[in-house]
C-alpha cells in the first residue's frame, strides 16, 4: 500500500513538472551562452543604465521563447523590485491600435494604481500612455513591453508599433520592447520606418543539441532525493532511469520521434505519455513505456481503418485504384463492379459475392471515409450513381495491405501492374 | 538588395552656399520666397561621384561634410583624431559611469549639441520661412528621405534658429504647431488642432467644421493687429492620405488661400508624394517646395560618429572599427540609427569579452593562488590583458550580427525530416512551377526518402510539417477543406536553402 502511494506521488510529481515550462527550461539556461542570460543581460543593462533597446524573440512554435522570458521576467523583478514594469500584449488580440492603446492604458492603470474609464478615447489613450511613459522616465523606472505574435502587429498600417517605438526615441523615456514572433522574418514585415527604429537585435530559440536534450531528460525525469518521496525508491528510481538513459535504444527512439518536429514542447508532450504508461505495480520507467508511447503519437489512422476491413473492401479500394491509374476522371459503384467483374473473369477468382453485398461493404468503405462522393449535389440518386473518389493515397493503401494479416497475393498483383 | 538611392541632385552637395533655383526641375513655387539667384552650377548626377566612393581611401577630403574643413586637404578623420589624441586620456570600460556615458553617447535618443552634415538643408528650410515670416505671406514645404536621416531632428533644429532670427530680427515670433500625423484618431482631425492652436480661446461653433472655419479665417481680410503667422510641422505626412486624398488636399490648399498665415512643412519618405496625391496644386502654381535629405554617406556617417565621441574625454573607438562600420552601413542604408545601433553592440561585445576574460580570470587566479600557496613561493603578478578599446573585431562581430539573416542558422537546425520537405520544395520548384499542392509535395518527398532509405512519415505528420514550416516564414500555406489539397509556395530562396544544407552530402548530392 505505501509503495503504491508512492509511485503515485511520484507520477504526479513528473506529471506536474512536464506541464510547468519554468520547471523544464531551467536546466538550458544556466550556461552564459544560452539564450536566457543573453536576454537577462540586455534587459538589466537597459534598466541600470536607463536606456531604451527593443528585441526580438524568434523560433518555432513551443521552443521556449515565452518560458524564457517568463523566467528572466521573474529574476529581474526580484532584483529590481521597483524598477520594472511589465505591459503584455497580444497580437491576436491588440493588433488593432485602439484595442491596443485601450489595454496599454488599462495595464498601466492597474500597475499604479489609477482609475481606469472605458469611455476614453483613443486620443485620450495615447496622450495618456506617452506621459505614463515620461513620468516613469523621470522615475527611472523602466516599462517593459512584451508584444507577443509581433508579426500579427505587422499588418495594417502598424500604427501602434510605430507609436511605441517613436516614443522610445525620446530621452525622456525609458522602455523596453521585446517582439515574440514564430516567423523569421519577422522584422522584414515591418515598414521601412519602423524597422529603422527597431533594434536589430534578435535572439534566436534553436532547437537544443544532443547534449542539451540528454540534460534536459535527466533534469526532468529524475526524482528528488531528499523531498516527500521515500528516499531508497527515489534512488532506485534514478539508478534505473540513467541505465536506460544510456541505453542505445532508447537514444534511438529520442532521435527518430525528433525527427519531425525538434522542439522542446513536442518532446514534452512524448515524455507525458511516456511517464503516464508507467506501471503502478513496478513504480519504475522502461524502455517499453517510451516505444507504446511513440507507436501511439505516430499513428495513421488510415491504415489502421484498412487493417479492419473485409478482404472484399480491399478488392474494391483497389479497383477503385486501378480505375483511377487508367485515368477515368469519374467513376461510380457500377464502374467499379464493372472492375471487378473483369478481374475476376482475367484471374479466375472464385469467389463470388452478390451485388447486395458489394453495396453494403461499399457503404461500409464510405461510413469509414476511405472513399467519399465528389459531389454534394446529387443527394436523390441511390448510392450505386453518385461519383466516388479516394481518400487514401496509393502509398497508403499498398502500406495498408502490407501490414494486413492475410492479404491475398493477387491485390498485390493488382496493385503492381499498371493495367 | 538595398539599392543606393537614386535621387535628385542636392544642390547643397557642390555649392553649400547658394540655392541654385534654376535646378529646381519639378517643384517649384512661386510662392516661395526670391532667394538669391545664384549662377547655374553643372548638373552632376548623384552617382557618378568623384570626390568619393565606397572604395575612396581615407585621405581624399569630402567637401560637402563640413563648411569648416573646406579649405584644408587633410582627411577630416585624420585631423579630428590628431586633435583628439592630445587630450584623450584611456578608456576604462570597467568603470560603470564611463560605460554609461559611452552608451549615452551613441544612444539614438541623445540628441547632439550640434547638428552636422544638414547644414545645406536646414539652410533651405530656414530661408523659406524667413521669407514667409517677412513677406507675412503662407507658403508649403515637402521634407523627404529615407528613415533615418535627420529630417525630424532638423526641422527643431531650424525651429530654434526661426525663433532665435525672429526675436533679433524683430518680427512677431510665430506659433508653432508640431504634429506627428501617426496620432490622429481621424485624419481629419488635424483642422481641429490647427484651429485650436490658431484660437486657443474661441469656441468652435459646432455648425462649421474645424476645415470650413479655418478656411473661412483664411480667406477674410485680417483685423488691424494681424494674426501671427503659424508654423505646422507635420510629421510623417503619409497617414494622412485616404482613399479620396481629401484631407492631405485641403491641408496644403489652405497655404494658398488668400489671406492665409500658416507655413506647412510636411515630412514624409516618398520623394514623390507632392506629385503623386497633390496634382491639382500643379495647376495653380502652388506646389509646395521639395527639400531631399539624402541617405548619409560613408563620410557623412563617420563625421556624426566623431562628433558624438568628441565630448567624451577618451577615446572609445579605434579609428579602423569606426570607418568599418560607416562603410557598411552607408552601403547598405546610410540610415544613421542602423549606425549608432552597431556601434553600441560593438560596446556590448566588449562588455560581454570583459566579462568572460574576468571569470577566467577570477577561477585562473584562483588555481594559481592555490597552486602557490601550494608550492610556497613568492606571488606572481598575473598580467591581465587589457581591453581599452573597441577593436575591429568587435566591430566585424556585431556588423554581422545586424546584417545576417537568421534563416540560414534556423535551416540548419531544423530537424531531418523537415530539411528534407524543404529539399522536395526546391526539387519540385527547379522545374519552373510556382506552386504546388501538398499532394503533390508528398509524393517528391516520399521519393526522397525512399532515396535515403528513411521511413518516410504519414500524410497527417507531414501536413503538420508544413504548417510549423509555413509558421516560421519558410513556406506558405493556402486554404483548403482537404489537407492535401492546400497550395504551398516557397518562401525563402533556393540559393539560401542549397547553401544552408551544403554541409550534409546528402543535400548536396540531391540538391544539384
Avoid at chain 1, 509511485?7 to 527550461?25: D, G, I, K, Q
Avoid at chain 2, 584562483?366 to 575591429?392: G, N, S
Wanted: aromatic share 6%; hydrophobic share 40%.
Amino acid at each position: 500500500m505505501g509503495r503504491e502511494n508512492t509511485v503515485e506521488e511520484a507520477l504526479n510529481l513528473l506529471r506536474s513538472r512536464l506541464c510547468n515550462p519554468s520547471f523544464v527550461f531551467k536546466p538550458l539556461s544556466d550556461s552564459p551562452d544560452s539564450n536566457y542570460s543573453k536576454l537577462k543581460f540586455i534587459i538589466s543593462s537597459s534598466v541600470t543604465e536607463a536606456c531604451n533597446n527593443s528585441i526580438l524573440l524568434l523560433g518555432p512554435r513551443g521552443s521556449g521563447k515565452i518560458a524564457v522570458l517568463e523566467l528572466v521576467l521573474k529574476d529581474l523583478l526580484v532584483e529590481f523590485p521597483d524598477l520594472i514594469s511589465v505591459i503584455k500584449l497580444s497580437g491576436l488580440l491588440h493588433s488593432d491600435d485602439n484595442c491596443a492603446f485601450k489595454e496599454i492604458s488599462r495595464q498601466l492603470c492597474a500597475e499604479h494604481q489609477l482609475l481606469f474609464s472605458k469611455m476614453a478615447s483613443f486620443d485620450d489613450n495615447s496622450q495618456f500612455m506617452i506621459a505614463m511613459l515620461r513620468e516613469c522616465g523621470l522615475a527611472h523606472k523602466t516599462i517593459i513591453f512584451v508584444l507577443d505574435e509581433f508579426d500579427l502587429f505587422a499588418q495594417g498600417k502598424q500604427r501602434v508599433l510605430y507609436s511605441l517605438l517613436d516614443a522610445m526615441q525620446s530621452v525622456t523615456s525609458q522602455a523596453v520592447v521585446i517582439g515574440v514572433s514564430c516567423r523569421l522574418d519577422a522584422d522584414q514585415l515591418l515598414e521601412k520606418r519602423v524597422r529603422s527604429r527597431f533594434s536589430h537585435r534578435k535572439l534566436l530559440f534553436l532547437p537544443p543539441s544532443k547534449e542539451d536534450l540528454q540534460r534536459l531528460l535527466e533534469h526532468i525525469l529524475s526524482l528528488p532525493v531528499d523531498s516527500t518521496i521515500s528516499h531508497d525508491y527515489a534512488v532506485e528510481f534514478n539508478a534505473k532511469l540513467q541505465n536506460m538513459l544510456a541505453d542505445e535504444k532508447f537514444k534511438q527512439i529520442i532521435i527518430t520521434y525528433m525527427d519531425s518536429d525538434a522542439t522542446v514542447n513536442h518532446l514534452l508532450r512524448f515524455l507525458f505519455r511516456a511517464v503516464s504508461y508507467m506501471e503502478l505495480g513496478s513504480g519504475f520507467l522502461s524502455l517499453e513505456n517510451f516505444k507504446t508511447a511513440l507507436s501511439n503519437i505516430q499513428r495513421q489512422p488510415k491504415l489502421e481503418c484498412i487493417k479492419d476491413c473485409s478482404i472484399l473492401e480491399l478488392h474494391i479500394l483497389v479497383c477503385m485504384k486501378r480505375l483511377e491509374v487508367k485515368e477515368q476522371n469519374s467513376y461510380n459503384f457500377n464502374s467499379v463492379m464493372k472492375e471487378y467483374k473483369s478481374i475476376r473473369a482475367s484471374f479466375q477468382i472464385s469467389e463470388y459475392y452478390a451485388w447486395s453485398i458489394c453495396l453494403r461493404a461499399f457503404e461500409h468503405l464510405l461510413q469509414r471515409e476511405l472513399i467519399c462522393f465528389t459531389d454534394n449535389r446529387g443527394q436523390n440518386q441511390s448510392v450505386e450513381f453518385r461519383p466516388v473518389k479516394l481518400l487514401i493515397s496509393s502509398h497508403e493503401l499498398q502500406q495498408g495491405l502490407k501490414s494486413y494479416r492475410s492479404c491475398p497475393a493477387i491485390l498485390f498483383k493488382l496493385m503492381d501492374r499498371e493495367v | 538588395m538595398p539599392a543606393i538611392m537614386a535621387v535628385k541632385p542636392d544642390s547643397a552637395r557642390s555649392n553649400p552656399d547658394s540655392t541654385p533655383q534654376k535646378r529646381r526641375l519639378r517643384s517649384d513655387t512661386t510662392a516661395a520666397p526670391d532667394s538669391p539667384i545664384s549662377t547655374p552650377v553643372k548638373w552632376k548626377s548623384p552617382r557618378t561621384c568623384t570626390t568619393s566612393s565606397p572604395k575612396t581611401p581615407i585621405s581624399r577630403v569630402e567637401r560637402d561634410c563640413s563648411e569648416n574643413i573646406t579649405k584644408s586637404h587633410k582627411s577630416p578623420i585624420k585631423k579630428l583624431s590628431d586633435s583628439l589624441t592630445p587630450t584623450k586620456q584611456k578608456w576604462n570600460p570597467l568603470d560603470s559611469e564611463q560605460m554609461k556615458a559611452v552608451k549615452e553617447a551613441m544612444h539614438v535618443s541623445t540628441a547632439p549639441p550640434n547638428i552636422v552634415c544638414r547644414e545645406g538643408e536646414q539652410k533651405r528650410v530656414l530661408e523659406f520661412c524667413q521669407a514667409c515670416v517677412e513677406q507675412e505671406k503662407a507658403g508649403s514645404l515637402y521634407v523627404c528621405g529615407c528613415p533615418g536621416t535627420g529630417k525630424s531632428l532638423s526641422m527643431e533644429k531650424v525651429k530654434q534658429l526661426l525663433f532665435h532670427w525672429a526675436n533679433e530680427a524683430g518680427h512677431q515670433q510665430p506659433n508653432v504647431l508640431t504634429i506627428n500625423c501617426t496620432s490622429l484618431a481621424k485624419t481629419s482631425d488635424i483642422f481641429s488642432k490647427i484651429l485650436g492652436e490658431s484660437q486657443p480661446r474661441k469656441k468652435v461653433n459646432g455648425a462649421t467644421s474645424p476645415l470650413q472655419h479655418l478656411q473661412n479665417l483664411y480667406s477674410q481680410k485680417p483685423q488691424p493687429s494681424g494674426m501671427k503667422m503659424m508654423l505646422i510641422i507635420a510629421d510623417e505626412l503619409d497617414y494622412l492620405i485616404t482613399k479620396d486624398r481629401a484631407v492631405l488636399h485641403d491641408l496644403f490648399m489652405l497655404t494658398t488661400l488668400p489671406f492665409s498665415r500658416c507655413i506647412l512643412i510636411g515630412i514624409a519618405n516618398a520623394i514623390d508624394l507632392a506629385d503623386r496625391f497633390l496634382p491639382k496644386l500643379q495647376s495653380l502654381n502652388c506646389k509646395p517646395m521639395v527639400v531631399t535629405f539624402r541617405a548619409y554617406s560613408k563620410d557623412q556617417i563617420l563625421k556624426i560618429l566623431y562628433e558624438r565621441l568628441m565630448e567624451l574625454p577618451y577615446t572609445v573607438f579605434q579609428p579602423q572599427a569606426l570607418e568599418l562600420c560607416a562603410r557598411k552601413v552607408a552601403a547598405a542604408s546610410g540610415d544613421m540609427r542602423k549606425a549608432l545601433c552597431v556601434c553600441r553592440s560593438a560596446i556590448e561585445m566588449v562588455e560581454a569579452e570583459l566579462r568572460e576574460s574576468s571569470s577566467n580570470f577570477s577561477s585562473s587566479i584562483v588555481e594559481k593562488a592555490f597552486l602557490e600557496q601550494q608550492r610556497a613561493t613568492a606571488p606572481v603578478f598575473l598580467e591581465k590583458q587589457e581591453i581599452d578599446v573597441v577593436r575591429l573585431d568587435h566591430m566585424v562581430v556585431a556588423l554581422s550580427k545586424t546584417y545576417k539573416s537568421p534563416i540560414v542558422d534556423t535551416i540548419q537546425s531544423l530537424p531531418q525530416h523537415q530539411q528534407i520537405l524543404l529539399c522536395s520544395a526546391v526539387k519540385l520548384f527547379r522545374g519552373g512551377k510556382k506552386d504546388t499542392n501538398v499532394g503533390e509535395l508528398n509524393k517528391f518527398y516520399m521519393e526522397i526518402c525512399k532515396s535515403a532509405l528513411i521511413p518516410p512519415v504519414g500524410i497527417l505528420e507531414l501536413s503538420s510539417i508544413c504548417r510549423v514550416l509555413s509558421d516560421q516564414g519558410l513556406l506558405k500555406l493556402g486554404q483548403s477543406r482537404e489537407d492535401k489539397s492546400k497550395r504551398v509556395t516557397l518562401c525563402v530562396d533556393e540559393a539560401d536553402i542549397t547553401f544552408a544544407l551544403q554541409g550534409i552530402r546528402f543535400f548536396r548530392n540531391c540538391l544539384q
